[in-house]
């Protein structure tokens, strides 16, 4: 159990629908990272937290956003959703930057239909 | 040019052989060295973690980082079918600090 805490395990929607994933770090982290993981690929960073401020982004989609709350759980938030979103998101946290090791959750399996 | 290269495999070794997995990179800044591992549709946990050139060991793996060459590659001892996983190896240190992921080598080790 690396700590990292995701909720939902599965989630099943449509398309055009909203959907909002959450994760709660280790305790002491305070960088929160989320990645996008499709069948067979590598992952793909999406956004980076730090103490409830965005560090880094990476190729995260406009529909997409995310936010990190004062006591450090994160939401990733993706709407208007489409097939090619079907995926794994999986959430990290490290104490505080990428130098530090991230730990990831178990992940949350979006399944848009 | 992708800045962190690794060959997706499938790779595939019979039980008890040693198996190697690499990756090259472009950045010279990069200092931190990460290898994980992850099973199938499960998240990644950290193998290994080496800072800037040398050999580290833990067990059957051991992690090493040619910085001149701009290699790095874990190798794994004993191969057992258990270690049938993707195998990720990812890097930091550039201006940003940002986790620089390779695409992850997919390992079957056959009984």
């Known amino acids: 159990d690396s700590g990292v805490t995701q909720t939902p395990k599965h989630l099943i929607t449509a398309t055009g629908q909203r959907v909002t994933l959450r994760c709660s770090p280790r305790?002491?982290?305070?960088?929160v990272y989320w990645y996008q993981q499709s069948l067979d690929q590598g992952l793909q960073f999406l956004i980076q937290?730090?103490?409830?401020?965005?560090?880094a982004k990476g190729n995260i989609l406009e529909r997409f956003s995310a936010q990190q709350f004062p006591d450090l759980h994160s939401e990733l938030n993706l709407s208007s959703l489409e097939l090619g979103d079907s995926a794994l998101y999986f959430c990290?946290?490290?104490?505080?930057?990428?130098?530090?090791?991230?730990?990831f959750g178990a992940g949350t399996r979006l399944s848009v239909l | 040019q992708k800045e962190v290269e690794q060959d997706p495999g499938p790779l595939s070794v019979p039980e008890g052989a040693i198996v190697s997995l690499n990756c090259t990179y472009s950045?010279?800044?990069?200092?931190?060295f990460m290898w994980y591992r992850q099973y199938s549709r499960k998240g990644p946990e950290l193998l290994m973690y080496?800072?800037s050139s040398g050999n580290k060991e833990d067990g059957r793996f051991t992690a090493q980082v040619d910085k001149s060459s701009k290699y790095i590659s874990l190798f794994i001892r004993d191969s057992q079918p258990s270690d049938s996983a993707t195998y990720l190896c990812?890097?930091?240190?550039?201006?940003?600090?940002?986790?620089?992921w390779g695409a992850g080598t997919k390992l079957i080790i056959k009984p």
């Open positions: 990290a946290s490290s104490v505080e930057g990428a130098r530090d090791i991230q730990y």
């Open positions: 305790s002491g982290d305070l960088s």
């Open positions: 937290y730090y103490n409830g401020e965005e560090r």
């Open positions: 950045n010279s800044a990069f200092q931190y």
């Open positions: 080496t800072y």
């Open positions: 990812a890097m930091s240190g550039g201006s940003n600090y940002q986790l620089i």
